[in-house]
């Protein structure tokens, strides 16, 4: 069938503005998962934050079978179908940073005053929400169209954050050998390590999202990076 031009425009307006929808509901989710932390005694926070879990579920779903229509109703070819391709991608890291959200607060639930004593203030989650949002923002000002500039400044922030990332391993770590003997809570460890592991993976799945929608303007940049990681 032949495509109509304005039917595929508008379908891709379309579903990039749900997309940015679906992602702003998830940052919201990781914005109380910071409420809760500091305020872990009231349930009615998690309540929401798993409320706001099964509605990423439901609209992760809903997306994707939208995106495999538009590709079998309009036929999309090149930039267009990139577009949809990269759509689908980015719709599971979405999902997927939902759910790193949600399983930081059911640990939160689970070993409150425990990291409460580790973390502090939770600087180190307040500073993924930062870069996260910042990325984003980067995204949205070229409405998904991500130039090699974008791209740099988006990946020098993911570094950035990795390297905060491990200073806090460090710091954490040899905190917990002291606290660890004098408590004798020997699964402590386990637990801040793996909240700090997930909040890694968060901000590598906004990335993967900035990524995937530059292979949009250069279909070789993956190619490319590859090339110059076997240098």
Known sequence: MATNPAFLKFAIEDCFLAFRKYFELTYAL??????????????????????????????????????????????????????FLALLLSLKDVERFADYGYSIARIINKKNMDLFRV?????????????????????????????????????????????LQKDSFSKITEFLTDFEVSD???????????????????????FNVIENFQQIRDPNAENAFILKEKE
């Not at 910071?34 to 009231?42: A, I, P, V």
């Not at 495999?68 to 990139?82: C, E, K, V, Y």
């Not at 004798?184 to 906004?206: E, M, P, Q, T, Y």
């Open 119 to 163: 973390f502090g203030n939770f600087e180190v989650f307040q500073k993924m929400l930062f870069y996260v949002d910042s990325m984003w923002q980067r995204f949205l000002k070229g409405d998904g169209k991500v130039n090699a500039r974008d791209f740099k400044f988006c990946e020098n922030l993911k570094n950035e954050f990795v390297g």
């Open 30 to 83: 990781h914005a109380k998962v910071l409420e809760f932390y500091k305020d872990h005694k009231n349930s009615d926070l998690l309540r929401e934050i798993k409320s706001l879990e099964m509605d990423s579920n439901s609209i992760y779903k809903r997306m994707i079978e939208e995106v495999a229509w538009n590709i079998s109703q309009h036929s999309p070819q090149a930039d267009s179908l990139r577009f």
């Open 184 to 206: 004798a809570n020997k699964d402590l460890s386990s637990f801040v390590h793996i909240v700090l592991v997930k909040i890694g993976r968060s901000v590598d799945h906004v």
